[in-house]
């Protein structure tokens, strides 16, 4: 097992995305839905004889819109995944975004406090809520 | 280490793509359920974005009408931020350790030429694969149809591995480990395992060839598990460590996560969950539509030909029955010769609509133990999705 060079890549990996990639409202241009004209790279593809095969990532990240609580969420979600993970959700109901937010921290170990738990759940149902019916279909581990 | 030399490397290129990120092109937030978004990654073709970070990315349909679906389109779901990005051959070993006797580092080359190969065409389909059809909604990934392919996979049977690390007596479960990293210490490295007798089974394998080419970074490169009949999420990715244990495997992506109600076909009421769940294991008998497709229009007096594809975990399918008429009348399909147990079976169907208006078409499988699909199912997670397949089409 390797426990220090894996600390080495997370932290590597987080520094990046703090220093550059925390807070999207820096980015000014928005554009519609459609394909990221990334660029894609494979140093493989191009070297096939080559030992190291090597990819860049693309990425594709919506912007979110000003509310209560937004900030809270750009900084505590999408340290670990891309919002896409919220806007491919159908309209969930306060109950279950309540569930998926403590999942996160209880689950996961986000690094976030009760309070903000809520102010991100209020922000996730302005954006993508719908109204309680009952019941609620309890938060699902793994995909 | 030898996989230190690598995994720093991927630290550095790790952080380098993420900062060459924030160049990224960014999508409105807009509306969301958003239309289909498309996207390409390094090696795949241009595929339907689940999700970026890490990536889940669907196989359009159109892709089903080759037995053997292309690395390119093959569909692509990671669990951990930390997706591996570089792999340096020289230095990367597949590692067993454990309750062995002779622990092995093994370097792909030595996994080429040092045992005999073997090959299967194996569907791999992830769990959740159809969960946006559940109702009501449960979150996770909201996959349609897409997260399933079918491909000829050539390795190392696992077997042959374990016998020649000499597995000591009392082992009872095999984990599997692969060079995906948590973004935080406190989430769950993702780890799998399987009991020693399936690890042993002969057909669990190691995949450094996947439709005779190397594996795409993003579907495992450069070995992949190979659980035949079994839901992907233990087909572990870039796979790195296989470690032999005296005592049943435990850890979060066992005891909490992929799991199903322990009733019939996983399934359970929203009302009343299910109190005893066990690991999600075999795939149920299920089909998919690939013609026509969902926005398609027909012409009345115009043959149109059905197809899909059928498959379970083994078995064998049997027979494939399409209705017209939303189930009112079945009429048997024609099936396509088998080309492999684990491997999905295509079959056809012919129908000439009279009149214009609205069809419902349905497809129902049956596989040699005579298990069919579902009239009806929901469990919490969204997983085995197997309701007898529905496509409404426009006749016009």
């Known amino acids: ?143 | 280490m030898n996989r230190r030399g690598s995994l720093q490397l991927i630290s550095a290129t790790g952080a380098a793509a993420l900062t060459a990120s924030c160049n990224r092109i960014n999508s409105a937030v807009g509306t969301l359920s958003s239309p289909t978004n498309l996207i390409r990654f390094p090696e795949k073709t241009e595929m339907i974005l689940l999700t970026d970070r890490p990536p889940q990315l669907e196989t359009p349909i159109h892709y089903f009408r080759q037995d053997l679906t292309p690395n390119e389109a093959f569909f692509v779901r990671w669990h951990l931020e930390g997706v591996p990005t570089s792999v340096d051959l020289r230095t990367f070993r597949l590692n067993v350790s454990g309750h062995v006797r002779e622990p092995l580092q093994l370097s792909v080359d030595e996994l080429r030429s040092q045992f005999e190969p073997i090959s299967i065409i194996a569907v791999n389909q992830c769990s959740g694969n159809s969960r946006s059809f559940f109702e009501p909604r449960v979150p996770g990934g909201q996959w349609k149809d897409g997260a399933v392919g079918n491909a000829k996979w050539t390795g190392v049977p696992l077997k042959s591995i374990l016998d020649r690390a000499q597995v000591k007596s009392g082992a009872v479960d095999v984990s599997f480990n692969g060079l995906d990293v948590p973004p935080l210490a406190s989430v769950s490295d993702f780890v799998k395992a399987l009991s020693i007798d399936h690890a042993r089974d002969g057909e669990v394998m190691i995949a450094y060839a996947m439709n005779d080419q190397a594996l795409p970074m993003v579907n495992g490169f450069p070995l992949r598990l190979v659980v035949p009949g079994w839901y992907g999420t233990y087909w572990v990715k870039a796979l790195s460590d296989i470690t032999v244990l005296p005592q049943v495997f435990s850890n979060f992506w066992t005891d909490k996560a992929y799991r199903i109600p322990k009733g019939p076909n996983g399934t359970e009421s929203p009302k009343d969950l299910a109190k005893d769940t066990v690991p999600i294991n075999r795939f149920n008998v299920r089909s998919i539509f690939v013609r026509p497709e969902p926005d398609e229009t027909l012409h009345p007096g115009m043959p149109a030909e059905m197809e899909g594809i059928a498959f379970d975990s083994g078995y064998g399918i049997r027979q494939v029955e399409v209705s017209t008429d939303g189930g009112a009348t079945w009429a048997d399909a024609r099936l396509d010769p088998e080309i492999g147990k684990y491997s999905w079976r295509r079959w056809r169907a012919s129908w000439t609509p009279a009149t214009r208006g609205q069809y419902r078409l349905m497809a129902r499988a049956t596989n040699a133990m005579g298990e069919t699909q579902s009239k009806e199912q929901w469990n919490r997670s969204g997983f085995m999705w197997n309701v007898i397949q529905q496509l409404d089409v426009k006749v016009g």
């Open chain 1, 1 to 143: 097992m390797t426990p220090k060079t894996k600390c080495v890549v997370i932290s590597l990996g987080l520094a990046a995305l703090v220093a550059g990639c925390g807070s999207p409202s820096n980015i000014s241009k928005e554009t519609d839905h459609g394909i990221a004209n990334v660029k894609m790279e494979s140093t493989f593809d191009s070297k096939p004889d080559s030992p190291v095969h090597t990819i860049v990532m693309p990425h594709d990240e919506p912007v979110f819109r000003p509310g209560p609580g937004r900030d809270d969420f750009v900084i505590a979600c999408v340290v670990c995944h891309s919002p896409r993970y919220i806007t491919m959700q159908p309209r969930f109901s306060r109950t279950t975004w309540l569930g998926e937010a403590n999942k996160m921290k209880d689950v996961y170990g986000a690094h976030i406090s009760d309070e903000q738990v809520l102010k991100i759940t209020d922000y996730l149902v302005s954006i993508n809520g719908k109204p309680d019916a009952g019941q609620a279909p309890k938060g699902t581990y793994g995909e």
